[in-house]
């Protein structure tokens, strides 16, 4: 059932559709905010997994053709998921996940800020041959020692799981056939990218007296050569974010090989969550933290750790802007999540897994009990998406 919010106030007027059965009114008048923006074309979709965030909450698609709006596409530009379907039968690993885990462990690195020792894999190599470095590092648009530390990341941290919900994961389907699945995005070049040009977008509507109803709405006209240098910077760290999991995959499937060998990849599925693409009328549709659902599009929708994640393809609904959510929404802050769960229900709630029990406390942010239940959320999208598979972790491995 679609909610629909009617918004007007001294700003302007806006809509928002909402397919969230479960959602505070933090998030709702978040979305009725930014449905008023100037540069919203249409209503504001507001997906099953929506929670509040900087800009539109997370779980928003929405359509803009006067101006682009850097907090729409959210601070990790890229960010999504890939999957890959294997031959593998789940006993074939048994006995084997502990060093599948160490493994994993040790080709892709994971953390705050962290990269691979050596300077950079050869994957980053190609990729920087291939695509350069972001506009906006040539443009003056930043200073010389951001760029500095800009470029100093982009290599090293390329094929890098990073931290918080990002993770890696051996999952089985119910015919017991194995699943390798990860979450990442476009690291720290993506999110100084964003931060940089959200700064920039601030001031620029300032110095202009483009009325804001908040900061958070700040945005670049389109045909400015502020907002020319955003998109090509924005379209830069997609196709890092894209490729860089595409080689983290390279290394998971490795990483499963050191244990057991003589199998194949069926299929692989690599969708953003976080970016923005020009639409055949011109405009631009931006999904953050959600997917891209048009009809046969094949997609991903994982749960929290200890739940399951399906595997989906896309009804095209219209009225969604063909979107669909990007996972299971968090209902608790991480702040809130730290002070108030249980250690101990955690680890029984990862009961016959194997992850990184030992860093059970630092990771308490991320429990299930953070998130909303991913049954309901996918309840929530029946005229989105159908379900093509239905995964459970084995194995978990997540950033620290």
Same mark, same amino acid.
Do not use: K, Q, Y
């Given at each position: 059932m679609i909610e629909e919010i009617v918004t007007e106030n001294d700003h302007g007027a806006g809509v928002v559709k909402s397919w969230a059965s479960i959602i505070? /009114?933090?998030t709702r008048e978040q979305a009725a905010l930014i449905s008023r923006s100037s540069? $919203? =074309? *249409?209503?504001l979709a507001l997906m099953p997994d929506a929670h509040f965030g900087y800009g539109p909450p997370v779980g928003t698609a929405l359509r803009t053709r006067e101006g682009v709006m850097p907090y729409a596409v959210g601070v990790d530009i890229g960010c999504g998921m890939i999957a890959a379907e294997t031959t593998l039968k789940r006993e074939q690993l048994i006995g084997h996940e502990g060093a599948v885990l160490e493994a994993i462990r040790e080709l892709i690195p994971s953390g705050v800020? %962290?990269?691979? /020792? %050596?300077?950079s894999l050869n994957a980053a190599d190609v990729f920087v041959e291939e695509h350069g470095f972001p506009k906006g590092l040539e443009s003056g648009a930043f200073d010389a020692g951001r760029v500095k530390q800009m470029r100093r990341k982009i290599k090293p941290q390329f094929g890098t799981l990073g931290a918080g919900n990002h993770f890696v994961e051996v999952c089985e389907n119910d015919e017991g056939i194995v699943w390798l699945l990860l979450h990442s995005g476009s690291r720290g070049i993506g999110n100084m990218l964003a931060t940089g040009h959200q700064k920039r977008a601030q001031a620029f509507c300032g110095e202009r007296k483009l009325p804001l109803e908040h900061q958070d709405m700040a945005y670049f006209p389109m045909g400015s050569a502020e907002a020319d240098i955003y998109l090509r910077d924005m379209v830069w760290a997609q196709q890092y974010a894209f490729k860089q999991r595409e080689a983290m995959m390279d290394n998971l499937i490795v990483a499963v090989e050191m244990s057991v060998d003589n199998w194949d990849i069926v299929e692989r599925i690599n969708c953003h969550h976080n970016y923005a693409e020009l639409q055949d009328d011109g405009a631009w549709l931006t999904r953050k933290g959600a997917i891209d659902a048009? =009809? *046969? $599009?094949p997609g991903i929708i994982p749960g929290s750790m200890g739940a399951a994640t399906y595997i989906v393809r896309g009804k095209g609904n219209e009225e969604a802007y063909r979107t669909s959510p990007h996972g299971a929404g968090r209902v608790l802050s991480r702040n809130a999540a730290r002070r108030t769960l249980d250690e101990d229900e955690f680890r029984v709630q990862m009961e016959g897994r194997t992850w990184l029990d030992r860093d059970a406390g630092k990771l308490l942010d991320e429990a299930p009990s953070a998130y909303k239940p991913i049954e309901q959320v996918m309840k929530d999208s029946e005229d989105l998406v159908e379900t093509v598979a239905v995964l459970s972790q084995f194995i978990n491995y997540k950033g620290l």
């Open positions: 505070d /009114d933090n540069i $919203v =074309e *249409g209503h800020g %962290r990269g691979h /020792d %050596r300077l048009s =009809e *046969g $599009v």
